[in-house]
């Protein structure tokens, strides 16, 4: 039902900021909580943000909060990235929850439409 697909990734040294997007069609988009979960190399992929279909609630990992930011705007959701670190290097994915109006979780199982995935290298 809603198809996604991320862009702003790059390459970008330690301390920069970068902000991703994931534009979104589909019809009720704003009905979804949404995500952001990232992949670095050789491991599995984590949970990085969520918003809840309103945009009230939001939920961040340990290791990026306080220097990120989720967001949503009508058919686009933000991932606004400050003071990135080289770990923080990994294929950034967004995501969607399958069924309308329910809470945002950090639960992968939960999200049933992805995007392809953007690149976010940070050199120290």
């Known amino acids: 039902q809603v198809q996604l697909v991320e862009s702003g990734g790059g390459l970008v040294q330690a301390g920069d900021s970068l902000r991703l997007s994931c534009a979104a069609s589909?019809?009720?988009?704003?009905?979804?909580?949404m995500g952001w979960f990232r992949q670095p190399p050789g491991k599995e992929r984590e949970f990085v943000a969520v918003?809840?279909?309103?945009?009230?609630n939001t939920y961040y990992a340990d290791s990026v909060k306080g220097r990120f930011t989720i967001s949503r705007a009508k058919n686009t959701m933000y991932l606004q990235m400050n003071s990135l670190k080289p770990e923080d290097t990994a294929v950034y994915y967004c995501?969607?929850?399958?069924?309308?109006?329910?809470?945002?979780?950090?639960?992968?199982?939960?999200?049933?439409?992805w995007g392809q995935g953007t690149q976010v290298t940070v050199s120290s």
């Open positions: 995501a969607a929850r399958s069924q309308m109006f329910a809470p945002a979780t950090m639960s992968q199982a939960d999200f049933r439409s």
């Open positions: 918003i809840n279909w309103s945009g009230g």
């Open positions: 589909g019809r009720t988009f704003s009905s979804y909580a």
